[in-house]
């Protein structure tokens, strides 16, 4: 199990850019695959991206932000980071961290996702 803190978060403008970052401490990191998750008022909780574990860390996105966003982990530093680009205020939401060592419970399992981090709030508006 991971200890994930998120950062980077704040108010933008439409179209803008915007990464969050995603620090992990412990000893899974290697063997986790790490996913965005995303909670917008009133509405549950939605994969956003993922990225497996192996080297090169194959990828997978949400329809609703693929070509936007960009998932990446930089294992020299035990960092996941989520780059956010051509925000729209439909974007707006809590974005959490999430670690696991199977990829099939970040992609298709949330419920059984062992380490989550605590969210950072994102609200995109003019």
């Known amino acids: 199990q991971l200890h994930l803190v998120e950062s980077g978060g704040g108010r933008v403008q439409p179209g803008t850019s915007l990464t969050l970052s995603c620090a992990a401490s412990g000893s899974d990191f290697f063997t986790s695959h790490f996913g965005w998750f995303r909670q917008a008022p009133g509405k549950e909780r939605e994969f956003v991206a993922s990225?497996?574990?192996?080297?090169?860390?194959?990828?997978l996105y949400a329809d609703s932000v693929k070509g936007r966003f960009t998932i990446s982990r930089e294992n020299s530093k035990n960092m996941v980071y989520l780059q956010m680009n051509r925000l729209e205020p439909e974007d707006t939401a809590v974005y959490y961290c999430?670690?696991?060592?199977?990829?099939?419970?970040?992609?298709?399992?949330?419920?059984?996702?062992?380490?989550w981090g605590q969210g950072t709030q994102v609200s995109v508006s003019s």
């Open positions: 999430a670690a696991d060592t199977k990829l099939h419970n970040i992609i298709e399992e949330t419920k059984a996702i062992t380490s």
């Open positions: 990225i497996s574990r192996r080297s090169g860390g194959s990828t």
